[in-house]
C-alpha cells in the first residue's frame, strides 16, 4: 500500500505544537471543503487533509505515526513493520474514528484496531458525582518460554501526552507484570487500577497487556499448537530412527519411521502451549545432505549412485 505522509498533506513540520496542526487544519478546510471550493480535485483533497487530521490531532494516534519514523517518502510503497506498536501504552482504543472511511493505509494502522477494542472495553461510566477512569492498552511481546513456564517480567511502557509546551511527547513507567502459564498470543493481561484514575472517587481504570510472542528461533506459534522444522540424515530417514527433539519443556525422544520423506509431519501431543487442553507441537521432517567435500565423501556418494538404482525424476517422466 501507499505511505501517507500526514505532515506533508497537512503543510506542517514533524514538530509542529497541536494548535499549529489545528489551524492548519481550519485553513485546509477553508479551501477544500467540496461545498465551496472550484478547486480541481477537492473532494479527495478534503478526505486526505481529514485523514491526516484525524491522526496528528490524537496525541495516541499522532505518537503511534511518529513510530514508524520519517524515512518513509509519500507514494512509498508500505506495510507495517511487525510490532510497530509494541511497548506503546493508549488509553480507550486509537480514537473514535471509522477507518473504512479512510485509505488502506489508516485502516492498516488504526482502524480494526481501534474499533475492536473499543468494543471490547468501551470507556468509563459514570455516576452523579463519580466517574470512573478510561481503560489503557498495550500490545506487550514476551518469550514463548514464559507462556510454558510462567514468570514475573518488568515491563516498560510509553504513554503519549501533550507537554507544557503544547508538543507530543512519550513518559515511561515501568511496571512488573505476572505471566501466567498458558498465555497464548493475542490474549490479554488485565492490571486492575493501573488506567486513568478516576475523578470524585470514582474507579481507576484497568490496563490491557495484550500479549504476543517475540520471534522464536525454532518454533512457530498458532494458538495453543507449535510448530518446528527437525533436520535428519538420509539414513535416519531411510533406515529410521530415534532421535532427540528440543520442545520448550525439555527434550523428548522422537521415532521416524523407516521410509519417511522430506515435509512428512510428526505430532507429539500435548507438547504445545499448556493449558486446560493442551496445545500439540508438529515436526516436519527436513532432510539435510552431508557435504561433500572430502574425498572420502565424494567416494561414497559415487557409490550410490552406482549401486541404487534410483531417479528422482521419475515421476515427471524423466
Given at each position: ?7 506533508k ?7 509542529a ?6 489551524r ?34 490524537d ?7 511518529d ?5 518513509w517518502?509519500?507514494?512509498q ?5 511487525p ?34 477494542r473499543?468494543?471490547?472495553?468501551g470507556?468509563?461510566f459514570?455516576?452523579?458525582?463519580r466517574?470512573?477512569?478510561q481503560?489503557?492498552?498495550a500490545?506487550v ?22 507537554d ?9 513507567r ?7 502459564q ?8 488485565r492490571?486492575?487500577?493501573q ?5 470524585g472517587?470514582?474507579?481507576a481504570?484497568?490496563?490491557y497487556l495484550?500479549v ?6 525454532v ?21 529410521g530412527?530415534?532421535?532427540?527433539v528440543?520442545?520448550?519443556?525439555g ?66 517422466g524423466?
Amino acid at each position: 500500500m501507499e505511505y501517507k505522509d500526514y505532515y506533508k498533506i497537512m503543510g506542517v513540520e514533524r514538530n509542529a505544537t497541536q494548535d499549529e496542526i489545528k489551524r492548519a487544519y481550519r485553513k485546509l478546510a477553508r479551501k477544500y471543503h467540496p461545498d465551496v471550493s472550484k478547486e480541481a480535485g477537492a473532494q479527495a483533497k478534503f478526505q486526505e487533509m481529514q485523514e491526516a487530521y484525524e491522526v496528528l490531532r490524537d496525541p495516541e494516534k499522532r505518537a503511534a505515526y511518529d513510530q514508524l519514523g520519517a524515512n518513509w517518502r509519500a507514494g512509498q510503497e508500505f506495510r507495517p513493520p511487525p510490532d510497530w506498536d509494541a511497548g506503546f501504552e493508549f488509553s480507550g482504543g486509537f480514537g473514535d474514528a471509522d477507518g473504512s472511511a479512510f485509505s488502506d493505509f489508516f485502516e492498516s494502522l488504526f482502524g480494526g484496531r481501534s474499533r475492536s477494542r473499543r468494543d471490547r472495553w468501551g470507556g468509563g461510566f459514570s455516576e452523579p458525582g463519580r466517574q470512573r477512569g478510561q481503560d489503557h492498552h498495550a500490545k506487550v511481546p514476551i518469550d514463548l518460554e514464559d507462556s510454558f513456564q510462567g514468570a514475573t517480567r518488568s515491563i516498560t511502557l510509553q504513554s503519549p501526552t501533550v507537554d507544557e509546551s503544547d508538543r507530543v511527547r512519550t513518559r515511561q513507567r515501568t511496571l512488573s507484570v505476572r505471566i501466567p502459564q498458558g498465555i497464548k498470543q493475542g490474549q490479554h493481561i488485565r492490571l486492575t487500577g493501573q488506567g486513568t484514575p478516576g475523578t470524585g472517587g470514582g474507579q481507576a481504570g484497568d490496563l490491557y497487556l495484550e500479549v504476543e510472542f517475540r520471534p522464536h528461533p525454532v518454533y512457530r506459534v498458532e494458538g495453543a499448537d507449535l510448530y518446528m522444522d527437525l533436520p535428519v540424515a538420509p539414513w535416519e530417514a531411510a533406515l529410521g530412527a530415534k532421535v532427540q527433539v528440543p520442545t520448550p519443556g525439555g527434550t523428548v525422544d522422537l521415532t521416524i519411521a523407516p521410509d519417511s520423506r522430506a515435509g512428512s509431519r510428526l505430532r507429539l501431543r500435548g507438547r504445545g502451549i499448556p493449558a486446560k487442553q493442551p496445545g500439540d507441537l508438529y515436526v516436519t521432517l527436513q532432510i539435510v545432505l552431508p557435504p561433500a567435500r572430502s574425498e572420502e565423501s565424494k567416494k561414497l556418494y559415487q557409490q550410490m549412485r552406482e549401486r541404487l538404482a534410483f531417479n528422482p525424476r521419475s515421476k515427471l517422466g524423466v
